[in-house]
């Protein structure tokens, strides 16, 4: 067996030590030698087989082909970046002005570019902040707002779990609110919330239960409502919709709840509205400014690369996501056509009609009509461990390989993905 020192000395590995570092090189060195010591493998091999086991990248992250139908899918990432957000990710991935007024040489407002992009597409809002992620606005809104032992009034069938276990009371306890709970679990009235104001009343909250619906004897309080009572009106609407949607009439967005008088709206930036993983927050200046100098609000800063991701969402051209939802199912019963004919016949590929989701927290009863290629169940797991993998769902059956989360111009690399994969054992 070759020596280690030996096979690193390929140029090929050379190469990938610069390119991926040696620490990773040298690790699947260390694998191809265990396969030769075990007879698996001829000494003469060890270094070719190093170089054909080499990742393309020095990320164990892969990229996957989203064919489950969920445009927003919470386990893949959520919103797929924009063209134009991506190469904002290569620029700002070197020295940047974030913090730096070019003309001056003095330090400069951070983010700037990203705070104006984001205000002049929410013109309802006085002023707007941005941090980590949507939990993280609801939870600095509630340490700053509720620091000093004032309550929170909430309605009780508000009290969300918004996944892996994380619960919207749980987060708000964690920094220190305590919380005054109204109505019942399908109804509460404007009279639940009036009763349980009084002078240590920090803010009302309405948050989107986004992940679930109850229907049938329910109802609930606007936020045009909420703001007469007197104390500010937070309005948590979860999936980051800016403005009213035309395929989405029920989900909450920025701009009508902000008319409707809400004082804060907290949000996330990567599932609706399409960009990287960042919380929101649009309201009144005197509100956002306090919040935004809060020494809290530094623990949870956004770096350079989510604000400049965000100021391309924001200006760039239409993201994957509200371009997804723009599709109509005669155009994806198309695509599924030509990808099903590409396909080697022996996969019995076949044409459906499929039903896709929003999922990511948002719109849980809407179903988007689309469209779907089938396929024996058997090509799920080969479809997963390929290059890239590919990863439909499992109905009535079938494997489908649903086409509304995929970008068109991933279609040739679907037929290639799945023409390349191994038949089931």
Do not use: W
């Not at 000494?43 to 969920?70: F, H, I, K, M, S």
């Not at 009036?194 to 679930?212: E, I, M, Y």
């Not at 396909?343 to 009509?369: C, I, T």
């Amino acid at each position: 067996m070759p020596r280690t020192d030996q096979v690193l000395a390929d140029p090929r590995l050379r190469e990938a030590a610069a390119r991926l570092g040696p620490a990773l090189v040298k690790r699947v060195v260390v694998a191809a030698q265990e396969r030769c010591r075990a007879g698996e493998l001829a000494p003469t091999d060890v270094a070719d087989e190093a170089v054909a086991a080499l990742p393309a990248g020095a990320t164990t992250l892969r990229r996957v082909v989203n064919a489950t139908g969920v445009l927003v899918h919470t386990n893949l990432g959520r919103a797929p970046l924009s063209a134009a957000a991506v190469e904002a990710l290569r620029t700002a991935a070197g020295p940047t002005d974030v913090e730096l007024d070019l003309v001056t040489a003095r330090r400069g407002r951070r983010g700037r570019g990203t705070l104006e992009a984001l205000a002049a597409e929410v013109p309802d809002a006085e002023a707007v902040h941005v941090v980590n992620n949507g939990a993280a606005a609801l939870a600095l809104v509630t340490r700053v707002l509720a620091r000093d032992g004032g309550s929170v009034v909430i309605a009780r069938g508000e009290l969300v779990e918004i996944g892996d276990g994380f619960r919207i009371p749980e987060l708000m306890e964690s920094v220190g609110a305590r919380l005054r709970e109204v109505g019942t679990t399908n109804r509460v009235r404007l009279e639940d919330y009036a009763a349980a104001v009084d002078d240590d009343t920090a803010f009302v909250l309405k948050v989107h239960p986004s992940n679930f619906a109850v229907r049938g004897f329910t109802s609930s309080v606007p936020v045009a409502d909420l703001v007469t009572l007197g104390p500010p009106v937070v309005a948590d609407i979860g999936s980051g919709l800016l403005r009213p949607h035309p395929r989405l009439p029920d989900e909450p967005d920025a701009a009508t709840a902000l008319r409707g008088g809400a004082d804060l709206v907290t949000a996330s930036g990567d599932k609706l509205l399409g960009g990287p993983q960042c919380g929101l927050l649009l309201g009144r200046s005197a509100l956002v400014e306090r919040l935004r100098r809060d020494p809290f609000a530094r623990a949870l800063r956004v770096d350079k690369l989510t604000l400049a991701a965000l100021e391309a969402t924001l200006t760039g051209p239409v993201p994957p996501v509200p371009a997804a939802l723009a599709r109509d199912v005669a155009g994806l019963r198309a695509r599924a056509e030509a990808v099903a004919a590409a396909l080697p016949e022996h996969l019995g590929a076949v044409v459906v009609d499929s039903e896709a989701a929003v999922g990511g927290g948002g719109a849980p009863e809407v179903v988007l009509p689309s469209a779907a290629v089938s396929l024996p169940p058997a090509y799920a797991e080969p479809l997963r461990a390929g290059d890239p993998p590919v990863v439909g769902r499992l109905e009535r059956g079938r494997l489908l390989l649903d086409l509304f989360a995929v970008d068109p111009d991933e279609d040739v690399v679907l037929v290639d993905a799945v023409g390349r994969a191994p038949g089931p054992a």
